[in-house]
């Protein structure tokens, strides 16, 4: 259970994981934090300390429909990704360790396109999990690395991940 601790435009939340916890060596201490910006930007910041060897791998797996609740799909919002490989995966989502180029792909969302655009084209990679489902490889630590914005709304919103691990 996560303990939360709440502030005027953001949240902290704490986990704390003994060692062997899920079978994992080591003890380890979890931090996410969300803050919602003047500009309605969520930024979400992760840090996991220990004390001895262990192994930590922190994700989101939200989704935002910019349009509101209750909105039509995501998949006419336009979405920029700043990589240039992904990880392969198996037909259960599983990474195998393998880098994919996103040169020539549906996967490639380094020019920003809508989400919809190459979502249902005919690619091994999109086919094993009616896709998209794929981790991407982050590149830098001074751009943001994702950017969202939804055509429909009366003014831009957009949703930026700075990768800054």
Known sequence: MWECIEYENASTFRFFSPDGDSN????VECFVNYILTDKSEL???????????????????SYFNLNGDGSESILNHYLKINVDYFTE???????????????????DFRTPKMIGQDIEADYEQLRLVGGYDHNYV?????????IVYSPNRHQRQSTRILNTI
């Open 138 to 146: 982050l590149k830098t630590k001074v751009e943001p690395d994702v």
């Open 89 to 107: 995966i198996t037909s259960e989502a599983i990474p195998t360790g393998n880098l994919l180029a996103v040169d020539h792909t549906p996967l």
């Open 43 to 61: 930024i979400i910041n992760y840090k996991a300390t220990t004390p001895s060897a262990s192994i930590a791998n922190l994700t989101n797996h």
């Open 24 to 27: 994992y060596p080591g003890e």
